[in-house]
């Protein structure tokens, strides 16, 4: 960051390059929803207060007798300003650049990617999405001013235009907090109006716990004008009401306002736990995947409040990090107020109010799929990548995971589910193991040979297509007492009489098997199929070993060890191709196309399971030697 100190002492500093680039987009392509601007201030403003609310509990002194805490807005019509002022915990001289001058956040660099190739339209949910906080003032304003007082330190002024350079200098300021300052740009002059900021602040920021305070002129007696402070906000926390008490509208309201998003959420989630342990929780299961989610792991808890003071905004020991899409507030009263953060990490209160968070979690993703299964498939086509992660996080929760989970499969049309529930019950009685296969998508699984055997006999097999399938599925081995196995490593067993046909044929096929080990060295077994109908061949890993799918996913990750691990090629003894191979043979075991027929054979299994072959070339050339051969 550059810096220069004038003889003034005023500093002067540049932004950091990536914050240029957001401020332009943002006070240039946001046509509406500008009025955020004040819910980001005023949230921002709620945070502070919350903050040294939180700090004085283990040091009083740092209220500095100043605890009525209250947020301020000051329009000044003469000078075209907007104040918002708060009590919180203000910004030192240190702070305010760390704060005001970079964007220090994960996923900078994509929001700014993505809002470069957003449309104007879907920009402003792009940034609302983002929450983009304090920048957010030069939608509205062309300079702003920030004078702000942290206990113990010296005040400090912080002004900009928003274009690419702020300047700080020490001022005095009495109170403790942070006075953030907007001159208006001309056209948005309205937001000094009365009517309007009690309007903005009404639909965004009602339920803020601290009153959000004006100065309103008031007619008296004998038309005497008094100016009279009034509370905007009705500061209404609406996890403390009884469930019935709430309306939809509050509930869509609220949820917006804490978690950004722009649409209402999915379904609440409200309760008040009674007995050993109180507490209360309002949660809301969100209709998409926030930006946040998208980009980032994403930050995992609802709010903690205890007795209505807000303690953390992320509580990560209240929710497993799979259930991290979850938003909402968890009030109890039985956690000490003064609790530290580290005696929460292991606090055994949180562990019980967990434990009871996610089971109701579980059920109201149960109740939404009875009773709205549309929604339901959204939420999973959005947001079920994140919560099969508990498969391999929370083993005593596996199986009801595993129920919430929707899966295609060989026999549902593509984009229509079943649930492992539905699996079992449409289960032959022959068959004992649930199984399933993983890949790039639903085409290449359902074309796979190794299928063949299975859609024969008129088993199901679940279809997994989504890059987590192959690290979490591994972690589910049973389900309601069932196993559930890779269909790729694992077939059905053949029918006594097939079993017998398969056997001669063993015998039948040994000589030549044994010349194509010889010569297919890369190959860690050749052997006769008992899985294939229609294919010629096809290849499968040891039943231990780790699937084709796993390997490919891993080498794109860059995360394969060492070279992939020998496979197993199986041949269709019933296949014309592998009979005419074996004619081959029959007539002259030493004939060199043997081992170039047999190449061909693995090469075709490598193509069909949507693997890349070691080496196009020597396919290519094999192929042109039969086509050459064809039409002579
Ligand atoms: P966010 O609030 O999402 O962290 P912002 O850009 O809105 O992002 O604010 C950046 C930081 O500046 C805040 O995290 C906070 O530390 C500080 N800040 C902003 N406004 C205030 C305020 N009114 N009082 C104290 N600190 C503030």
């Known amino acids: ?11 002067k500093r540049e932004f950091k390059s990536e914050l240029r680039q957001i401020l332009n987009i943002i006070t240039h392509s946001l046509y509406s929803h500008k009025e955020i601007f004040l819910r980001e201030l005023i949230s921002n403003a709620s945070d502070a207060i919350d903050k040294i609310r939180f700090n004085s509990l283990q040091n009083e002194a740092l209220l500095e007798g100043n605890r009525d805490w209250k947020i301020k807005l000051i329009a000044d019509k003469a000078a075209g300003t907007l104040t918002i002022s708060d009590n919180g915990v203000g ?37 609302g999405q983002f929450g983009v906080g304090f920048y957010s003032a030069f939608m509205v304003a062309d300079k702003v001013t920030v004078v702000s007082r942290a206990f113990g330190e010296p005040a400090v002024r912080w002004i900009s235009d928003g274009l ?25 002059k309205e937001f000094l109006e009365d009517w309007r900021l009690r ?95 998208q980009f980032s792991e994403g930050k995992t808890g609802p709010k903690l409040y205890i007795n209505r003071v807000q303690i953390m905004d992320h509580c990560e020991q209240l929710l497993p990090a799979y259930l991290r899409f979850v938003k909402g507030v968890v009030d109890c009263s039985d956690l000490p107020l003064n609790v530290s953060r580290e005696l929460l990490q292991h606090n055994p209160l949180l562990e019980k109010i967990q434990k009871s968070l996610v089971k109701n979690i579980f059920q109201a ?10 929604a339901y498939v959204g939420f999973y086509t959005e947001l079920g990548n994140i919560l099969k992660e508990g498969l391999g996080r929370d083993w005593a929760n596996r199986e009801a995971i595993a129920n919430l989970l929707l899966f295609e499969s060989l026999k549902t049309e593509k984009g229509k589910y079943i649930t492992l529930a539905q699996y079992l019950e449409a289960m032959p009685s022959d068959q004992t193991d649930i199984y399933y296969l993983t890949g790039e998508d639903r085409a290449a699984l359902e074309h796979a040979p190794t299928l063949e055997a299975f859609r024969h006999k008129g088993w199901d097999v679940l279809l997994l297509s989504d890059p987590i399938d ?52 890369e190959l860690k077994d050749i052997r006769l199929s008992k899985r294939l109908k229609e294919s010629a061949s096809c290849l ?16 794109k990750l860059g995360k394969a060890e060492g070279a992939p691990a020998p496979r197993i090629l ?21 004939d060199p196309r043997v081992e170039t027929h047999g190449r061909l054979l693995y090469d075709q299994a490598v193509l069909a399971e949507g693997s890349r072959l070691a080496n196009p070339s020597d396919f290519i050339r094999r192929i042109n030697e039969l086509l050459v051969k064809d039409g002579q």
């Open 1 to 11: 960051m550059a810096e220069s100190i004038a003889p003034s002492g005023i500093e």
């Open 91 to 127: 910004m030192s001289h240190d702070g305010i650049i760390d704060n005001l001058g970079t964007i220090a956040r994960s996923g900078t660099r994509e929001f700014l990617d993505s809002l470069k190739e957003a449309d104007a339209a879907s920009r402003p949910e792009l940034i």
């Open 164 to 188: 690419g350079e702020f300047t700080l200098e020490t001022v005095e300021k009495a109170g403790r907090g942070t006075d953030v300052t907007l001159h208006l740009k001309e056209e948005e």
């Open 199 to 293: 309007s903005v602040v009404k639909q965004f920021s009602d339920f803020i716990e601290h009153p959000i305070v004006m100065d309103v002129e008031k007619k008296g007696e004998n038309d005497l004008k008094t100016i009279e402070e009034e509370t905007l906000n009705s500061r209404k926390a609406l996890w403390l009401r009884s469930k019935s008490d709430v309306t939809a509208e509050e509930h869509n309201t609220f949820y917006k306002q804490t978690s950004g998003d722009f649409e209402d959420p999915l379904k609440v989630i409200h309760y008040a736990a009674e007995g050993t342990l109180e507490f209360k929780a309002l949660l809301y299961i969100p209709k998409h995947k926030s930006f946040e989610l």
């Open 365 to 374: 993703l149960e109740e939404l799929r009875a009773a709205d299964y549309e």
């Open 470 to 521: 192959d690290f979490v599925f591994p972690m589910l081995p049973d389900y309601k007492g069932k196993a559930l196995k890779p269909a790729d490593r694992n077939a059905p067993e053949l029918a006594p009489e097939d079993q017998k046909k398969a056997e001669e044929a063993t015998e039948t096929f040994k000589p030549l098997l044994s010349l194509l080990k010889e010569k297919l060295t």
């Open 540 to 555: 499968v890993a040891d039943e231990g070993a780790m699937g084709a799918h796993m390997e490919q996913l891993l080498q």
């Open 570 to 590: 199986e041949l269709n003894p019933e296949h014309p191709a592998v009979q005419s191979l074996m004619k081959l043979h029959g007539a002259n075991p030493a």
